[in-house]
C-alpha cells in the first residue's frame, strides 16, 4: 500500500492568535525599556551632579593653574523651572570686605556677597543634563526632617584650601541657612509628570559630612 501525506497549513485563526501575541509582547517590552531608561536617566542625571561636586571640590583643594579658585553649582529658580550651572570665584586671601548681615569687616575669600545666576553668562556655565530631568524643589530641612523651608535659589560651593563645603540660599549671605537646618533636600523628576519612580533626591549634608540620594520621594532621610 502507497502511503498518503496529507498537506496540513495553519489556518487563518491559528495565525490571527499568533500575531496577537507578538503584538503583545512587543508592547509589553517596549513599555518595560521605557521605564528601564526613565530609571537610569534618572540615576545618570544625579549621579552626574554628584560627580560634579566631586570634581570642584578636588579642584578647590588642589587649584586650577596653581591658582586658589572656589568651585561650586548654583540652582536658580527661573520662569518656574530651576536652571543649574557651574560657576568659580577667585578666592582672595588677605584682603577684607564689609558684611551688611553681620556689621563687620570679614575676609573676603570668594566674595562674601557674590552668588553667580542665569544672566551672568561669564560667570554662570550651564553644562548638558537631559532635557527631559527637571529640579522640582529645593528644601531645607532640619535632622527629624521636619521644618521644611522651600527656597527658590540655592548655591553650593567648595572653598581653597581643603575643600570645605559653604551654601547660600536665596538672596542670604553665604553660610547662612534657615534655622535648624542639617541637610538640603534637592527633588530631581523625570518629565513633566509626577511619577515618583522616575524621582531621585540630592541629599546635601551641611555639615560637609556627606552628598548622597535616593529614589524614595517620600522617605528623605
Keep these: 500500500m502507497k502511503a498518503i501525506f496529507k498537506n496540513?497549513?495553519?489556518?487563518?485563526?491559528?495565525?490571527?492568535?499568533?500575531i496577537a501575541i507578538i503584538g503583545m509582547l512587543a508592547v509589553l517590552s517596549i513599555a518595560g525599556y521605557t521605564s528601564y531608561r526613565k530609571n537610569a536617566l534618572s540615576d545618570l542625571a544625579v549621579e552626574g551632579l554628584i560627580a560634579k561636586m566631586h570634581e570642584m571640590k578636588e579642584s578647590s583643594i588642589y587649584g586650577v593653574n596653581k591658582t586658589p579658585q572656589c568651585?561650586?553649582?548654583?540652582?536658580?529658580?527661573?520662569?518656574?523651572?530651576?536652571?543649574?550651572?557651574?560657576?568659580?570665584?577667585?578666592?582672595?586671601?588677605?584682603?577684607?570686605?564689609?558684611?551688611?548681615?553681620?556689621?563687620?569687616?570679614?575676609?573676603?575669600?570668594?566674595?562674601?556677597?557674590?552668588?553667580?545666576?542665569?544672566?551672568?553668562?561669564?560667570?554662570?556655565?550651564?553644562?548638558?543634563i537631559d532635557p527631559m530631568i527637571n529640579v522640582s524643589?529645593?528644601?531645607?530641612y532640619n535632622s527629624s526632617a521636619t521644618g521644611a523651608v522651600d527656597v527658590g535659589s540655592f548655591y553650593v560651593r567648595f572653598l581653597p584650601p581643603n575643600g570645605e563645603l559653604e551654601v547660600k540660599a536665596d538672596t542670604g549671605s553665604w553660610g547662612v541657612v534657615p534655622s535648624g537646618a542639617k541637610f538640603v533636600n534637592i527633588e530631581i523628576q523625570y518629565g513633566e509628570g509626577n511619577d515618583s519612580n522616575y524621582r531621585r533626591n540630592l541629599v546635601i549634608q551641611l555639615d560637609g559630612s556627606g552628598i548622597t540620594y535616593n529614589n524614595i520621594s517620600t522617605n528623605v532621610p
Design 8 to 18: 496540513k497549513a495553519f489556518t487563518l485563526v491559528e495565525l490571527l492568535i499568533v
Design 71 to 128: 568651585f561650586g553649582l548654583a540652582f536658580v529658580e527661573d520662569s518656574g523651572d530651576y536652571k543649574i550651572g557651574a560657576f568659580k570665584q577667585d578666592f582672595l586671601t588677605g584682603q577684607k570686605q564689609w558684611s551688611d548681615s553681620e556689621l563687620k569687616w570679614v575676609e573676603s575669600g570668594c566674595h562674601v556677597s557674590d552668588a553667580p545666576g542665569p544672566g551672568d553668562a561669564d560667570k554662570f556655565m550651564t553644562f548638558d
Design 137 to 140: 524643589s529645593v528644601v531645607f
